[in-house]
């Protein structure tokens, strides 16, 4: 690969490698969005996601003096502002479109719909506050290593995940396309939790460090539960043409008061875990346990072999 | 869900919704801090945490120009700067207090206390850069991939854990009250490595790739030690009502120079892997290893279909 | 522990500290690079990882105006800077070198090589754009909960770590050290997906959820090949002492259209895993496995005991 002319090095190099990228614009037009649409981008959905948090905990997360007097005008300025980011991501969204939510085409229906979905989003904040409140019990009653609620909120990764959980969920039951899911995925990056907007979730739920949780659109869990690092809640299989249950459910129900150890597998929308189980570490399942069961892995063979 | 208003739309709407969020705070004013108590916030932690590494390793992540003549005077503004930092954190977290740490009311008290804590640690750093600097030995000689200390040191995670996990072990040593784990939540977050600041690691320890591992508060790990991604050093049972080992020990002990494959899992504060041990990938242990032994999963059944 | 002298409280004691830092920084000046060679900082790779991304994906990161009128501009203006940005981290990677590419001296020649690299680089954008529309292709494809390209551009990390990767194995190819590497570590925090860049890997590739998956230097991987979260693909031993393959190859090669599910681990750089095969969730594999063949684990034993 020769180095360019001495004149002015690499410039007709470079001008020429710009018009290929621009025409490769043109050619795989679909891995981007040049045709008008403007989508969400993530920087955007960040900030409304770090403002929407900053309400559920203020004081917590940013540098702002929140306290007993001035916590109304704080509140209001941030909630302002939220009802503009959310009207403006969820108008995009609705601009998009999905296979289960066409494309609202006319703008000021959609701008009207978008203060809609938005207002209530923000009219929704107290009782999501009130499930939270079940969780950080959860978290503080569940893990002996926590010391208090402060620790739980600021530290504890797994309630961070159902925090913006319950945030993408009330926006996936209003059917708005892409935007739950840009919510969830920054979570995900955050925390390595995965769970899907869909995924139903009851109170006092609780997951410990967390690292490598998948948890699947379909889900449906109820209330007590307590998950592990690296449990999966999955499908038994993605193959398109195999027909998923008749009832449309792809992924386990984890009935009240389970907890699923570290590492364990759950997959099918069949697959149903009996109230006040325990699923022990790295067990694989895709059938239904009856209620108040302990399923572990029976004597997994080692071999033991000296290396003196 | 109707469109508000047509005079001045969703303003009274939005007012209700923010009086409703206030009234929250009153009621669920666990879930949040405003009740005067400043806590420490995630982005002072997360400054704080990146100028004590900036001072561990000069020059590496922030485009700070360090040479030989010029590095005293960047060394002592980074020192005052974080002294300052370290101060106001650790002074916040002595008046919340935890549960083996009554909170210090008396605040010249609390600023006396603060300030000798954190000279502490900025006197400890030379220590924990010698240590440190162990630990990359560890992972230049233990990974075959690895080209410099440069390199492990920029792209390692394991090596960013470690160092952070030194400073934060320091603090949780000195009883001050949530910090430590403040810290080491924002390198997990980082890493996907999740190491309690209790937990007690010896020199030359390299963790490789990382993602998903895990090690308890309790763990006692000696010198030498080489972990891969996934391994969880964890608790038998976290249960309350189960008692503890009498040790108050509930995580397990790893001897020197044991290495401990991806994905393993080793629970329980009576269990110890003796020295030089290998601990296979994917191994479920609830129970002691001599030393000199290597323990695998004995032919793992597997079932081979064709699909042709 | 006692508190310093009145006068100035800590002054003389941090000054003390500043002095015994600098000393360690001339004792391990190994784990810092005061000595005149400025390497890459991992903020400069961030801010050259970003923009080449923006480049790849115009408009869905950040929030740049992009429409097909404006975009020439864009795109000249970001590969002008990308530009730049690469030959100085180039230039810096050249001076270190690597033991299997000696540090360039003089400092013009490194230039001109540098400048050649980063021209390729930008030159070869529209190649992998290509390759990564398949990619997105297989995304959409291979997940029933996948509802546009957009959502899968901006919410899959199997596709940004994909991107990043396709990116750095084109600087691996050409020997320049240190920056590779920086790049896929940068996106192995962000996604929990850790993909040495000398991994060889064929289009239309696809990793659901990801964290947690580890792909080694030496893999060889097929054309329409899916893989799941905590997939390991890693060498048998890392023992410096035990001979590598004669092929050097120390991971597996992974044949075209294999599916391989949550949890598996293959390892070695003689296990071939077939065309067409499947690897089951959780299975550990050291050999190869033929051509359309599912490998799954049998019946794994479990205990269900009652706990009513």
Known sequence: MPVDSPNIPGRSDLAEAVERIVESYRQHGNINHLDGTNLPSRSEATELLDDL???LFPGY???EQVDALTCRYFVGERCARVLRRLERAIDRALALGAPDAPAIMDSSERAALAHEHALALIAAIPDIR????TDVFAAVSGDPAARSRSEVILAYPGVEAIAVHRLAH???RRRIPLLPRLLS??????TGIDIHPGANI???FFIDHGTGVVIGETCRIGAHVKIYQGVTLGALSVDRSVNPPASGQRHPTIEDHVTIYAGATILGGDTVIGARSIIGGNVWLTRSVPTDTMVILDNPSLRFVSVA
Chains 1, 2, 3 share one sequence.
């Open 202 to 204: 009851g109170p006092f």
């Open 130 to 133: 009130h499930t939270l409140d």
């Open 61 to 63: 997360f940013v540098q």
């Open 53 to 55: 948090v900053s309400i």
């Open 170 to 172: 009330f926006l996936y």
């Open 185 to 190: 995925e920054i979570v995900h990056r955050r």
